[in-house]
């Protein structure tokens, strides 16, 4: 699954660059081995000439026959073996195995982009002809797709009984068709994919109409009449008469399936992905940025911290990463990226899933300074237990990837879900950006609305628990489709455990924290400097 993520892409880049130097070499083993070949051909051809000089003496002594049919055997052999000695298999593998670097993309991968595509047609509203000229909103791309793209796109949404995408992009594939001067796919084939896709939409007589077509353009097409046939039958089971199953055909009407458009989830997932939905003035006019001064270390050096909004809290830090820092960690990710996992809620192993698709890696603090720098970092962002978190997981994601709606805790039902940690529940998230794609990607929470596009260098974070030890189910939350750019983040997940005191328990879920570090004791940094009660009154004069 290479389409799951960039960096794969990036990889699957540099060997194609390796491509001609391959075939270079290829080509000139050939050649010698033609050489060798047209040398044997030469020699046989002699030795030809000389037992037709011989006549039949050659094959009636029983001496000569006998060595005339040994020769012929060996001689045979040698230019049997020379013909198949053809090291195209070598080469090949050389490309698509998968210790070449990075595994050569197959068939699956291309159903699998042609998906990704379709999923940020449907959540970025954009339309198929100018997805098709390679236009992405006012991104006018270098390439443009054939009516074979489209038609690949069209089969790969059929083969997932996707009928509503089928019809889109086998009606842009026919319409491409007509333009091309040499034609690039099958109109064949377009016509009773569309045909059948229309029949499962309930259109009957727009697919008998297409297949009427088709037989017209093939009457010896191995399946237009027997389609014709069952289409006429089914119509008349519908009770339509013979006479007018030809007349007033409906247009093709496509529309996305109810089982999409009645989910209000995803409807929101969409619309707060294009960033759509406004949030009112009086919640903006409430939030404001602090510097956060509340440990002795950042006295002099204070985190800047941006209120993304209240209830549940969301923070921005800014500038808290570097591009440095990001470049090496993306160094040290790159070589161990694989498709991410979550975990199943009833066994509590880690499965991979349709539901997020991107390639991830952990990397432990002992694996580079970086590292255990930015964990450090944590703890000073947040005043929270870095021992008991989990590693920094660095995720990036392909074309189309995303997450769909989801908490980062376990809810009580999943007790399983983080048993094996023995550190209890994801207390709070921390997402570093790492990257800015220029267009989606962005992380939204679908219940209180809220869309958040990734700005490089910074760090979203929030609590996923109350004070109180509950799941705050307004803590859900997605990733975006990425539709232009590319897309890395960090997340550093820290536990319950070892967060007693600095993070003491409340008694009701509205026990909340005002900012990040609020203890309940100390002013609040909209007006006044964010310095702990702990430091000491004098803290202040002294810087
Ligand atoms: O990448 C994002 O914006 C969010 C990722 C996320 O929610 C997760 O990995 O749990
Ligand atoms: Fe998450």
Same mark, same amino acid.
């Given at each position: 699954?290479?389409?799951?993520?960039?960096?794969?892409?990036?990889?699957?880049?540099?060997?194609?660059?390796?491509?001609?130097?391959?075939?270079?070499?290829?080509?000139?083993?050939?050649?010698?081995?033609?050489?060798?070949?047209?040398?044997?051909?030469? *020699?046989?051809?002699?030795?030809?000439?000389?037992?037709?000089?011989?006549?039949?003496?050659?094959?009636?002594?029983?001496?000569?026959?006998?060595?005339?049919?040994?020769?012929?055997?060996?001689?045979?052999?040698?230019?049997?073996?020379?013909?198949?000695?053809?090291?195209?298999?070598?080469?090949?593998?050389?490309?698509?195995?998968?210790?070449?670097?990075?595994?050569?993309?197959?068939?699956?991968?291309?159903?699998?982009?042609?998906?990704?595509?379709?999923?940020?047609?449907?959540?970025?509203?954009?339309?198929?002809?100018?997805?098709?000229?390679?236009?992405?909103?006012?991104?006018?791309?270098?390439?443009?797709? !054939?009516?074979?793209?489209?038609?690949?796109?069209?089969?790969?949404?059929?083969?997932?009984?996707?009928?509503?995408?089928?019809?889109?992009?086998?009606?842009?594939?026919?319409?491409?068709?007509?333009?091309? *001067?040499?034609?690039?796919?099958?109109?064949?084939?377009?016509?009773?994919?569309?045909?059948?896709?229309?029949?499962?939409?309930?259109?009957?007589?727009?697919?008998?109409?297409?297949?009427?077509?088709?037989?017209?353009?093939?009457?010896?097409?191995?399946?237009?009449?027997?389609?014709?046939?069952?289409? *006429?039958?089914?119509? %008349?089971?519908?009770?339509?008469?013979?006479?007018?199953?030809?007349?007033?055909?409906?247009?093709?009407?496509?529309?996305?399936?109810?089982?999409?458009?009645?989910?209000?989830?995803?409807?929101?997932?969409?619309?707060?992905?294009?960033?759509?939905?406004?949030?009112?003035?009086?919640?903006? +006019?409430?939030?404001?940025?602090?510097?956060?001064?509340?440990?002795?270390?950042?006295?002099?050096?204070?985190?800047?911290?941006?209120?993304?909004?209240?209830?549940?809290?969301?923070?921005?830090?800014?500038?808290?990463?570097?591009?440095?820092?990001?470049?090496?960690?993306?160094?040290?990710?790159?070589?161990?990226?694989?498709?991410?996992?979550?975990?199943?809620?009833?066994?509590?192993?880690?499965?991979?899933?349709?539901?997020?698709? !991107?390639? +991830?890696?952990?990397?432990?603090?002992? *694996?580079?300074?970086?590292?255990?720098?930015?964990?450090?970092?944590?703890?000073?962002?947040?005043?929270?237990?870095?021992?008991?978190?989990?590693?920094?997981?660095?995720?990036?994601?392909?074309?189309?990837?995303?997450?769909?709606?989801?908490?980062?805790?376990?809810?009580?039902?999943?007790?399983?879900?983080?048993?094996?940690?023995?550190?209890?529940?994801?207390?709070?998230?921390?997402?570093?950006?790492?990257?800015?794609?220029?267009?989606?990607?962005?992380?939204?929470?679908? %219940?209180?609305?809220?869309?958040?596009?990734?700005?490089?260098?910074?760090?979203?974070?929030?609590?996923?628990?109350?004070?109180?030890?509950?799941?705050?189910?307004?803590?859900?939350?997605?990733?975006?489709?990425?539709?232009?750019?590319?897309?890395?983040? +960090?997340?550093?997940?820290?536990?319950?455990?070892?967060?007693?005191?600095?993070?003491?328990?409340?008694?009701?879920?509205?026990?909340?924290?005002?900012?990040?570090?609020?203890?309940?004791?100390?002013?609040?940094?909209?007006?006044?400097?964010?310095?702990?009660?702990?430091?000491?009154?004098?803290?202040?004069?002294?810087?």
């Amino acid at each position: 699954d290479l389409f799951t993520s960039i960096a794969d892409m990036q990889q699957l880049l540099e060997t194609e660059r390796n491509i001609p130097k391959l075939l270079d070499k290829y080509i000139h083993e050939e050649e010698e081995r033609l050489v060798q070949l047209k040398k044997l051909s030469e *020699e046989y051809s002699k030795k030809n000439e000389q037992s037709i000089a011989n006549g039949m003496n050659d094959i009636v002594n029983p001496i000569n026959a006998f060595l005339l049919i040994k020769r012929k055997i060996f001689d045979w052999k040698e230019i049997e073996s020379k013909m198949n000695a053809n090291k195209a298999g070598i080469h090949v593998s050389s490309i698509t195995d998968d210790n070449y670097g990075v595994r050569y993309p197959t068939a699956d991968d291309l159903s699998g982009a042609a998906i990704g595509l379709l999923r940020l047609q449907d959540t970025y509203r954009l339309d198929t002809k100018d997805l098709a000229d390679g236009k992405i909103y006012q991104d006018q791309g270098n390439y443009t797709f !054939s009516a074979k793209d489209c038609f690949e796109i069209a089969r790969a949404a059929y083969n997932e009984h996707d009928f509503y995408h089928t019809v889109m992009w086998m009606e842009e594939a026919k319409r491409r068709m007509d333009d091309e *001067e040499e034609p690039t796919a099958d109109m064949e084939d377009i016509l009773e994919y569309l045909a059948f896709a229309l029949y499962k939409q309930n259109n009957l007589k727009h697919a008998l109409k297409l297949t009427d077509e088709l037989y017209k353009m093939n009457p010896a097409h191995p399946r237009a009449k027997g389609n014709i046939k069952w289409y *006429e039958d089914l119509l %008349e089971q519908e009770g339509v008469r013979r006479s007018e199953m030809r007349k007033s055909i409906p247009p093709i009407q496509n529309r996305r399936p109810d089982s999409v458009l009645g989910n209000t989830e995803r409807t929101m997932y969409e619309a707060l992905c294009r960033n759509e939905v406004p949030v009112s003035q009086k919640d903006i +006019s409430k939030l404001y940025c602090y510097y956060k001064r509340d440990r002795p270390f950042l006295i002099y050096a204070p985190i800047k911290v941006e209120i993304k909004r209240f209830n549940p809290l969301a923070v921005l830090f800014k500038d808290v990463i570097s591009d440095e820092e990001v470049a090496t960690i993306q160094e040290l990710a790159k070589p161990k990226l694989a498709r991410a996992t979550v975990h199943d809620s009833v066994t509590g192993k880690l499965v991979t899933a349709t539901y997020r698709i !991107s390639k +991830s890696a952990w990397l432990k603090a002992w *694996e580079h300074e970086v590292v255990e720098r930015v964990n450090k970092r944590i703890d000073l962002m947040t005043n929270l237990e870095m021992e008991t978190a989990e590693e920094l997981q660095i995720a990036n994601y392909g074309i189309g990837g995303h997450y769909d709606p989801h908490f980062d805790h376990a809810k009580k039902e999943e007790s399983k879900s983080f048993e094996s940690l023995g550190t209890g529940n994801r207390i709070a998230t921390v997402l570093f950006y790492m990257s800015q794609p220029s267009h989606g990607g962005g992380t939204v929470f679908t %219940e209180v609305k809220s869309t958040v596009l990734p700005t490089k260098n910074d760090a979203l974070f929030w609590y996923n628990l109350y004070k109180q030890g509950d799941g705050n189910p307004d803590t859900r939350h997605a990733a975006c489709p990425v539709l232009v750019g590319i897309k890395w983040v +960090s997340n550093k997940w820290i536990h319950e455990k070892g967060n007693e005191f600095r993070r003491p328990c409340g008694l009701k879920s509205s026990d909340k924290e005002r900012f990040v570090g609020d203890l309940g004791i100390g002013p609040e940094p909209r007006d006044a400097p964010n310095l702990s009660p702990n430091l000491g009154k004098d803290v202040w004069e002294t810087i």
